[in-house]
């Protein structure tokens, strides 16, 4: 697993997760939340869907 951080722009970002599916996000390897991706603008975001 690559960090966020890292993302340049142009990076594509492989996944198993179905483009309807919540995606988990990890924090030191935990779960923290479950997120959705969203275009805003030009930019992508990660909307928060559920904390667990």
């Given at each position: ?23 988990p996000l990890h924090v030191n390897g935990i779960l923290m939340a479950w997120t959705e991706f969203e ?14």
């Amino acid at each position: 697993m690559g960090s966020l951080l890292k993302l340049a722009e142009g990076s594509l970002v492989q996944t198993t997760c179905h483009q309807s599916t919540d995606i988990p996000l990890h924090v030191n390897g935990i779960l923290m939340a479950w997120t959705e991706f969203e275009v805003v603008g030009e930019r992508l975001a990660a909307r928060i869907t559920d904390l667990v």
